[in-house]
């Protein structure tokens, strides 16, 4: 069976690698001149940043299977994401933000309820209702008015003190890896532009190259989906399937440290963004410290559009205990990506990402990607479960 992949982000490269050995002939197409999508690691401050996705938590258990299998070491951060100290709102403690959630977790489920909604009904005292609800902002990168209140029991809103990695020398490596495993290299630079099949023949087009194949699978952001030309077109449903995926929106900012700081973890709750610091593969602190900001709202508060400056100030309030290096700070952010749009799927209350039509298949395609992962939306981990999944109905027919 002849395969073409359609993104070289981790969705596309583990359906890639499913493929390939069950005897496929695959052929990878990737738009950006590199490999791993949203997963893109830079060297920075002597070690590794990372620009997209970072945190590998415990409950990844496909990706640390895969890490396993590829004999490929992981680096404990020693940051504990699950449990950031709130500042800058009202008095709260992480206790009683962790026996809130406890709270919230045995609170009934109502169908299309907000986050808002579900902590007016949980009636949490308001310092430590507005400490949770920035943290989930902040998380899914979008605003909570329109969360919907599941994603306090999903992956990315996970609260409590468990360790969380990445790969030794960034998690792009991982992307590398699985590009490695592949006959042929990824076609990088070449997005692809139509899709046309006709009976068991499909071809497949980007701006310079033609491919034939029995099947296809498309691994790319439902925001881009548009941009290609599907002829036969796609159902009417599976359109606005994709049309109604929301996007949150991030930003990072890296930045020198005079001094290296132990891991810490630290929620401005008022500005919707957190400041980390964390560990090397030497299992000594990075010479970098790490903030990460959530939701549109947070970025335009912080003027980011305009450079690091306002942000650096915020940080030298909230964190007054780092000596930054302003003068090398990096900032990286998603949403003027051409080939995505924004950061990653929202479980937003107004459009359910939970729509069986981003992950059902039409004709000889199968569709991957993190939006279409269900509850493991938005991360890595999702990335990886809905690649093998595409790979395996292909497979299957």
Not at 84 to 89: F, Q, S, V, W, Y
Request: glycine share 10%.
């Amino acid at each position: 069976m002849r395969v073409i992949v359609i993104g070289a982000g981790l969705a596309g490269l583990a359906a890639a690698e499913e493929l390939h050995h069950a005897g496929a002939d695959v052929t990878v197409f990737e738009a950006r001149d590199r490999l791993g999508g949203r997963v893109w690691s830079v060297p920075f401050a002597g070690a590794m940043a990372e620009r997209g996705a970072e945190f590998i938590l415990p409950h990844d258990t496909e990706l640390l299977a895969m890490a396993r299998r590829l004999e490929m070491p992981l680096v404990r951060k020693g940051t504990l994401y699950g449990n950031r100290e709130p500042r800058g709102g009202e008095p709260v403690t992480r206790e009683q933000v962790t026996t809130a959630m406890e709270e919230l977790a045995a609170l009934p489920e109502l169908e299309g309820e907000t986050v808002y909604g579900a902590l007016t009904r949980a009636r949490l005292e308001s310092g430590v209702a507005d400490a949770i609800a920035a943290r989930l902002e902040v998380s899914c990168a979008y605003a909570a008015d329109d969360l919907d209140a599941s994603v306090l029991r999903e992956g990315a809103g996970a609260f409590g003190d468990f360790d969380t990695h990445t790969f030794v020398g960034g998690n792009q490596r991982l992307a590398r890896r699985l590009a490695g495993e592949l006959d042929e290299p990824v076609h990088l630079s070449s997005p692809v532009r139509s899709i046309r099949w006709s009976g068991r023949e499909m071809n497949v087009c980007t701006e310079t190259t033609e491919a034939s194949a029995d099947a296809a699978v498309v691994a790319v952001p439902a925001s881009v989906v548009d941009q290609i030309e599907f002829k036969p077109p796609l159902g009417e449903q599976k359109v606005d399937a994709h049309r109604a995926v929301r996007y949150g929106q991030a930003a990072k900012l890296f930045v020198p440290l005079r001094t290296p700081a132990p891991p810490s973890q630290t929620l401005s709750v008022p500005g919707r963004w957190w400041c980390y610091t964390q560990l090397g593969a030497d299992r000594q602190p990075l010479r970098f410290a790490a903030a990460f900001a959530g939701s549109p709202g947070a970025i335009e508060a912080l003027d980011v559009a305009n450079g690091p400056g306002p942000w650096l100030d915020a940080i030298e309030q909230l964190r007054p205990d780092l000596e930054l290096d302003r003068d090398q700070a990096m900032v990286s952010t998603w949403d003027q990506d051409p080939w995505v749009r924004g950061a990653y799927s929202a479980r937003a209350a107004s459009a359910s990402i939970l729509n069986p039509e981003l992950s059902r298949g039409q004709g000889p395609l199968a569709f991957a990607g993190e939006h279409t992962a269900g509850r493991w939306h938005g991360l890595m981990e999702g990335a990886i479960r809905s690649g093998r999944r595409a790979a395996r109905e292909l497979l299957s027919r």
